[in-house]
Every structure is written in C-alpha cells, then in structure tokens.
C-alpha cells in the first residue's frame, strides 16, 4: 500500500477514534440509530444505565432496549423531540431526539437521555419559582422605593377650590404636557406633584425632584444633566447621571423654578423642546423620555417684567397651570387638616389619642395662616411637645400667646440666637476643613442632607471653598 494512502487511512482511523472518545465522554446517555431505527452508536454511559454491553447493543432495533422509545418514529417523521418525558428502568426521565439529515432526507437520529430523575427537575423547577417569586417582590419593593408617597386622595380638604383642583390634577395625570403648579410657600405643591405622577401611566418609574433655590447655581447643571469623569474637581471618578436622566419614562419634578438661575434658563429650554441634554464635560447625546412639572410661590409675571425669567421658558412650562389657594381663603379645610396631622402624629405621642377642643378648633380657623399647611403642622407638633393632656387648648397653640411690641425683644434671646448661629457656622467650617472640602461626607458628618448644607451654607455666607 503506498505511504500517502496508509498516511490518510490513519489520519482517518484517528478521527473515528477522536469522535468515540468525544461520544463516550458524554456524562449522559446517548444513542444513535440509522433511518429504521437500527442502534448504530451507544456511549458507555448509556449502556451502563440499561445494564447491557455496549457490543450487544449494536445491530439491535431501538425498542429492543429501551421498549418505549421513538427513535425510529423521529426517523419516520423528520421532527425533532425535545424535552419528551419517557419513562426508562422505572423512572421518568427527560430525552431529546434530534434527525440528522443529508440533501433533505433522514439518515440517522441522534438521541439524549438526561439521568436526572424527574423528581430532581421538579425540585429545580420550584427553586426556579422561589427565585422568580424574590425576584418579583424585589422588583415591587423597587418600585415602591422609586414612586412618590403621596397620591391626590391623600391631599386632604373638602372646600370646592381643593376638590375642583384635584379633579384640575386628575385630568393633567392622563397627558404627558407640562405642570405649572403656583401656590405660597407651605401650600403642598409637592404634594400636587407627586399626586399627579403618582395618577399617571409613569407611576411605576422614578419620580425625581430637585429644589433650584436649594443648589448652588456653579452645581446645578450638573446636578441636572450629569457630569462625566474628570468634569472638574471633587467629581465622581465613574461621572454621575443628572436628574434628567434618571427620570427617563418617570415625572422630573422642579421645585421653587423661580429661582432658576437665568443663565440656566436657556439650556433648561433646550431640553424641554428636545427632550436630549449632555453630561458637564461630555460629548455624547442623552436622550430621556421624562414628564416635567415645576412649582413655585412667585409670580413669574412679575420676574419676566424684571427680566429676571425668560418668556419663552415660561410658555413651555406653563401648558397645565394649577393654582393652590392658600389656607386662609379655606377655612373648612384646617381642622380636617389638623386631625389628619395630629393622626399622623400619634406614634410620636406614645399611642395617646390627641383631640382638639372646641375653643382650640375656633382659634384655629380664626388664625391667618401665613405659613399655610406646613405652619399649621409646625404649630400642632409644638403644641403636642409641651401639653400635657389629651386634649389641645388654645393656649397650647403658639400663635395665641401674648407678643411683645416690636422692639422690646430680650436682649438675652438676641444673645442665645447669635450665639447658636456662631456655633452652628463654625461647626460647619470645622466640617468641611475635616473632610477636605467635600460637602457630601461634611453633611453626613453633620447628620444633614448636603442641600440642606448648602442652604446653611448661604445662610452664614461660607462659600464653595469652605471659607466664610
């Protein structure tokens, strides 16, 4: 025999040797059959589950070792089986049976036998059902975390301005366009806007909001688009995503817009028309699908007059404008207001049930409100601090006790405030100097919220590098 054929009929003896090593290293049973069923192949393993020996098996029809089986009858059809129970020595077990085709015709038929028991299946199937089952109330506690706290039937009040105003809001949640909320300081703007959100088809994605009063104006942009790595000092090695971005297919909610610094104005604009912005010292284009609603206590007529806020930018916020009346033009609303509040309250009172007595429910409504809702809460928590009973009297009440004439404060008092005030700042300055600057950890070393830092920090006019 010449070499070069004895060099390829060993290069092929290789390979049949190759692939029956191949087929014997399945750890599951496997078989194969020509077009009639015959066994033509059979892996050790196989053959050890039946109790037979490999050479027996060979030649013999399918049925002849396992009596159930379809091999020839995927032969026949030309359609695979996959994920077939069959029952084999007594168990139930999983087989696939594939046909192996040349030009359109069956050959062969390749078949898989899976040793686990069914019973293990079943067990792996129930832990796959747990784990579906966590990952679901996952997904809701997700959701419960990102979505707002209030809703519109929580906005307490029965005066027909607050109801005309719930069904105002109720018809804003069913569109996508633009919420102009107005209102005095303390009304429950927020309250409005969340409600609204939480009304919409966007309640179950992210509800972000964001105080433009409370940001530094040298912070807010990237506050609001984002900043990328490296944008400038102090920023994020990672970058980080801005509030427009986490509000895609949710509700951005902003706060006090009447202090939006002018220069911000225009890119604001910008985004609202095109809904894509990008990150303070990034090139790449964000597009978010977001539903915005604003609020403030000014009146923006009066800024644009002054050319302290843009025209343009006041036509695209203002598409749904609603108006929240102020306490004081509701009395019907403040004792419902306040007994909703005071249950509120009732863990901070040790279960004590605390009520209003009547002299107090008519001081009450005989009271201006100035501070609105937030005023009457702050009263009823000073009252509930320093009573006694159960029951509120008018002389629990802060706004009844009797003032002194303007100009006869107790120098004491100036003295204790001034004093409280250098302590606060220079606790403050000590924050920062401990930290490096770096305002968030200064909060939390504080116990504060960094906005509130940086409204602090405006208040005893320290500035961005620490310095006051």
């Avoid at 040793?115 to 990952?135: I, P, T």
């Avoid at 309250?191 to 959100?197: D, P, R």
């Avoid at 809904?275 to 597009?287: A, C, H, L, S, Y």
């Avoid at 604003?294 to 749904?320: C, M, W």
Wanted: hydrophobic fraction near 40%; charge should be positive; aromatic fraction near 6%.
């Amino acid at each position: 025999m010449p070499a070069s054929k004895s060099k390829a009929l060993q290069s092929i003896q290789d390979q049949l040797e190759l692939f029956q090593l191949i087929f014997d290293s399945i750890h599951n049973g496997a078989i194969v059959t020509d077009a009639n069923g015959i066994v033509t192949h059979l892996n050790k393993a196989y053959a050890d589950f039946l109790g037979v020996s490999v050479a027996d098996c060979i030649g013999k029809h399918c049925t002849e070792l396992v009596e159930s089986s379809r091999m020839h009858i995927v032969a026949r059809t030309g359609r695979p089986e996959i994920n077939h129970m069959q029952m084999i020595r007594g168990q139930n077990i999983v087989v696939y049976r594939f046909p192996i085709k040349r030009e359109g015709r069956v050959i062969a038929v390749f078949g898989l036998v899976m040793f686990q028991d069914v019973g293990e299946m079943v067990k792996l199937a129930k832990r796959m059902h747990a784990l579906e089952s966590q990952l679901k109330r996952y997904k809701e506690k997700q959701v419960s975390l990102r979505s707002t706290h209030y809703t519109l039937e929580s906005i307490i009040g029965s005066s027909r301005a607050i109801t005309d105003l719930k069904q105002d809001a109720l018809m804003a949640a069913t569109n996508d366009y633009p919420v102009l909320i107005a209102g005095e300081s303390g009304t429950g703007k927020e309250l409005f806007a969340q409600g609204i959100h939480h009304a919409s088809p966007r309640s179950v994605h992210p509800f972000v909001q964001i105080n433009c009063a409370a940001i530094p104006k040298d912070l807010l942009e990237a506050e609001l688009f984002g900043y990328e790595r490296g944008a400038f000092t102090g920023a994020r090695s990672a970058g980080k995503p801005g509030k427009f971005e986490l509000a895609n297919k949710g509700s951005i909610f902003l706060d006090e817009i009447g202090d939006l610094p002018l220069e911000m104005q225009p890119k604001l604009l910008r985004v609202l028309e095109g809904k894509v912005f990008e990150r303070v010292g990034g090139n790449t284009v964000i597009q978010s699908d977001f539903r915005l609603i604003a609020a403030t206590n000014q009146n923006l007529d009066r800024l644009i007059e002054t050319g302290r806020f843009r025209r343009d930018l006041y036509y695209r916020l203002n598409v749904i404008s609603l108006t929240i009346p102020p306490l004081k033009t509701r009395p019907e609303d403040i004792v419902p207001i306040a007994r909703h509040l005071l249950r509120r309250a009732s863990p901070r009172t040790d279960g004590r049930k605390i009520g209003l007595s009547p002299a107090a429910i008519d001081a009450l409504q005989g009271y201006a409100w100035p501070g609105n809702v937030r005023e009457l809460s702050n009263i009823l928590d000073r009252a509930m601090a320093t009573m006694t009973g159960e029951m509120i009297e008018p002389a629990d009440l802060a706004f009844t006790r009797r003032k002194k004439p303007a100009g006869s404060a107790d120098p004491g008092t100036i003295a204790m405030r001034q004093l409280q005030a250098d302590t606060e700042k220079n606790a403050i300055l000590k924050a920062l100097k401990q930290t490096g600057n770096n305002k968030a950890r200064a909060a939390s070393l504080l116990g504060i919220h960094r906005t509130l830092l940086y409204k602090k920090m405006k208040k005893h006019a320290i500035d961005l590098n620490g310095k006051g």
